[in-house]
């Protein structure tokens, strides 16, 4: 089992930024990617962005490139999204996924979920 928790969530103004944490915990996982799904509110969850946990390789949907930046700490087992120029459409709740297809926009692991709030 993998245990994932998310922090770094809250309100802030179009233009602002805000920095997610995902702290993962339990089973090793060298083999799996993580990365970052957000559902708005009457919309379906959408695929952020991922991190292969082996080499790094990022990926991004193309809504968040230029604007969005995944990143990991091996050490900390912490993966990171610093999220710049953000827009109201950004809003959504923000969900931290760890498995083998995460870039699929399959996780096996979930956290409980962090709020982001992008006022106009």
């Known amino acids: 089992q993998v245990q994932l928790v998310e922090s770094g969530g809250g309100l802030v103004q179009a233009g602002g930024s805000l920095r997610l944490s995902c702290a993962a915990s339990?089973?090793?996982?060298?083999?799996?990617?993580m990365g970052w799904f957000r559902q708005a509110p009457g919309k379906e969850r959408e695929f952020v962005t991922a991190?292969?946990?082996?080499?790094?390789?990022?990926y991004y949907a193309d809504s968040v490139k230029g604007r969005f930046t995944i990143s990991r700490d091996i050490f900390k087992n912490t993966v990171y999204l610093q999220m710049n120029s953000l827009k109201p459409e950004d809003t959504a709740v923000y969900y931290c996924?760890?498995?083998?297809?995460?870039?699929?926009?399959?996780?096996?692991?979930w956290g409980q979920g962090t709020q982001v709030t992008v006022s106009s």
């Open positions: 339990g089973r090793t996982f060298n083999r799996y990617a």
């Open positions: 996924a760890a498995g083998t297809e995460v870039v699929a926009g399959k996780g096996d692991y």
């Open positions: 991190i292969s946990w082996s080499d790094g390789s990022k």
